[in-house]
């Protein structure tokens, strides 16, 4: 498919800008082609009143044909084939066997969303029955729905090209909540995203959606973001990347004459718990098979696990995870501007009173990286627990039970956390799990945080910092009522309850 770096703005193309960028290869620092246009303020303007316009019709549309529409979207990704792939794979230096699973992940949540359509039962209707004989005063017949809230603004995710991004979890329960979505798309892989992007539009024009059902806007700077996100007619906000990122859109939308929620993921050190009884047990497998969650993928996952707990007993295996990770070999990273902010992440924290560190010393080239601090110096200093976006973790060792308990205590919000542990020490520390339910929005026994499942029952979320709405999930099929409001029909006439509003 020959790309044209241009906006897609419901079916048609637009280059009204003049400043112009480029993808890049990771792994060599060249430029990709084509350019890619910045998105005037007119063009957005024009992408978020089409998607207006189109909200008018496609919030009507039966769920059957919604259900046709995303099962479209995922036969025009597949019909991409090896192109998709291969681009993918070229702009983000990710494995192409990482970015078929990947395209697999993404098709697979649009037909999970697609069979949800057709069950019906999501609208959640709730009906209470009438009672005109009720004394002193006769009851109404009241029947409450969810129905879709307007147009959304989606920000794809630097780290997962596909599943995180154009067709990814964001859009697909937008549309799926009868959602217009204006797609901002990630200047990491422009052609990546145009790609997909087209593919939903091809889609779109073959199940006879409206014209604006879908948009895509292109753009280096923080002023595309920012004058999408404060467009009056957007309704709400998708996003993935970094706290300052995520937290900055937050800030604009609520301070919008009509203020507008954002459902941010702004990333988690996700804390690994290892406790005594199963490090006697199997120490040295989970210290080989932590050492694999923190590299995979060079450690670009918002699940990565930046940190981990043990008692100060437990040295041997904090060797044991030292010398696992110095013979890991990890690739290049999502962008330059990535790796600059791992080294400069790491060259931090080594700068911190009583942090040590355990692995290769690394200056210039991104490596496994292993650091350790106490609890307490940890709990005195939050710098120690900040995430590092890349292959690395921090060792808090713990003095006894009770200074674990404290340091998770003193946790923010994350994704995530994770124990380790017997029967015996479940239940020897089970003041921990109560402390960690109200940190995270999944908590993971005797496995590694990294993977999220596709799945109705899946949080993928967290009190902030980790998200801006621990009350919400960015996968799995809850997450559509990011995009849904309630409404309450009373005494509505039989006739009227068999038309959708």
């Known amino acids: 498919m020959e790309l044209t770096g241009q906006q897609l703005i419901g079916n048609t193309f637009s280059k009204a800008g003049s400043q112009s960028f480029t993808g890049f290869n990771p792994t060599t620092g060249e430029p990709l082609s084509p350019f890619f ?29 919604k259900a046709l529409f995303l099962e479209a979207i995922a036969e025009e990704i597949l019909a991409l084939e090896d192109e998709l792939i291969k681009t993918a794979s070229l702009e983000t230096a ?42 002193p005063l006769p009851k109404p017949a009241l029947r409450q729905v969810q129905i879709p809230i307007g147009p959304v603004a989606v920000f794809g995710a630097s780290n997962f090209p596909l599943a995180f991004s154009v067709a990814g979890g964001d859009t697909v329960s937008a ?18 995203c145009e790609l997909v992007g087209r593919a939903i539009l091809k889609a779109a024009e073959k199940t006879g959606m409206p014209n604006g059902v879908f948009s895509m806007v292109h753009g280096i700077s923080h002023e595309v973001g920012g004058q999408l996100v404060q467009h009056p007619l957007i309704k709400a906000v ?59 993928g060079t450690g670009q996952f918002c699940t990565n696990p930046g940190l981990f707990v ?27 501007g990535i790796r600059q902010a791992f080294l400069n992440g790491i060259q931090h924290l ?56 404290a340091f998770a205590k003193s946790l923010q919000g994350h994704l995530t956390a994770t124990i380790h542990g017997t029967d015996e020490d479940l239940e020897e520390y089970k003041e ?37 709405d621990a009350r919400s999930t960015s996968v799995g099929t ?18 009227l309850q068999q038309e959708k509003w």
């Open 432 to 468: 921990l799990i109560d402390i960690l339910t109200l940190k995270v929005g999944r908590l993971v026994f005797n496995g590694f945080p990294t993977g999220v499942e596709v799945s109705p029952a899946m949080v993928h979320g967290g009190p902030f910092p980790a998200t801006t």
């Open 94 to 135: 990710l494995p192409e066997a990482r970015i078929t699973g990947e395209r697999g992940r993404t098709v697979g949540q649009l037909r999970l969303f697609a069979s949800m359509l057709r069950d019906g039962k999501w609208e959640n209707e709730i009906v209470d029955p009438a009672q005109p004989d009720r004394q």
């Open 350 to 405: 080594k700068t911190q009173e009583g942090i040590t560190s355990l692995t290769a010393s690394q200056t210039e080239d991104v490596a496994p990286t292993l650091l350790v601090a106490t609890a307490t110096q940890a709990i005195a200093n939050q710098v120690v627990t900040e995430e590092v976006f890349g292959p690395s973790t921090v060792g808090i060792l713990a003095d006894e039970k009770e200074a674990v308990l």
């Open 238 to 296: 998708g996003f993935t990347g970094s706290y300052r990122g995520g937290k900055a859109l937050y800030d604009q939308a609520v301070r919008r004459p009509e203020p507008i929620p954002v459902y941010a993921e702004m990333g988690s050190t996700n804390p690994v718990f290892f406790l005594p009884r199963i490090l006697q047990q199997k120490g040295e497998a989970l210290a080989q098979a932590f050492a694999g969650s923190v590299t995979l």
């Open 37 to 65: 246009y910045e998105a005037t303020a007119a063009e957005i303007d024009q992408a978020v009143t089409l998607a207006d316009q189109a909200f008018l019709k496609y919030r009507k549309v039966k769920g059957t044909e």
């Open 310 to 336: 043990t008692l100060k007993s437990d040295e041997a295996f904090v060797n044991q995870t030292a010398e696992q990770l110095n013979n890991i070999s990890v690739g290049a990273m999502l962008t330059s």
């Open 478 to 495: 809850t997450a559509i009522y990011r995009f849904t409001r309630p409404i309450c029909f009373q005494d509505m006439p039989t006739r």
């Open 175 to 192: 549309l799926a909540a009868g959602c217009p979505v204006v797609f901002k798309a990630h200047p990491a892989h422009p052609s990546t």
